[in-house]
């Protein structure tokens, strides 16, 4: 069982960055690929960044490659995700996910098994 729970989220202007925090309760947390999601508004859920147990590989879609940055600290616990050059669009609710799968990088929702609560990011234009 993973428990996750995310911070950082808030209101910022187009242009600007926020940084994500993801802190899991697992206390083999080294062992899961983590990824992060966003949620906006009548659109499906889409994966914005995911790494490796390492940390040594990321993936990040061509939507937000450039801007965001997937990085963890095993030592913590803790996954971030570094958002950068914001835009309106950007809005959602972001969520991070574990998951056990063992392939470097899970990039589809359903091979998560486990989510926090979300946090919400609004980027004013």
């Known amino acids: 069982q993973v428990q996750l729970v995310e911070s950082g989220g808030g209101l910022v202007q187009a242009g600007g960055s926020l940084r994500l925090s993801c802190a899991a309760s697992?206390?083999?947390?080294?062992?899961?690929?983590m990824g992060w999601f966003r949620q906006a508004p009548g659109k499906r859920r889409e994966l914005i960044a995911t790494?490796?147990?390492?940390?040594?590989?990321?993936y990040v879609p061509d939507s937000v490659k450039g801007r965001f940055t997937i990085s963890r600290d095993n030592a913590k616990n803790t996954v971030y995700l570094q958002m950068n050059s914001l835009k309106p669009e950007d809005t959602a609710v972001y969520y991070c996910?574990?998951?056990?799968?063992?392939?470097?990088?899970?990039?589809?929702?359903?091979?998560?098994?486990?989510w926090g609560q979300g946090t919400q990011v609004t980027v004013s234009s």
């Open positions: 996910a574990a998951s056990s799968q063992s392939t470097v990088f899970v990039t589809t929702s359903t091979s998560y098994p486990y």
């Open positions: 790494i490796s147990r390492s940390g040594s590989s990321t």
């Open positions: 697992a206390r083999t947390f080294s062992s899961y690929v």
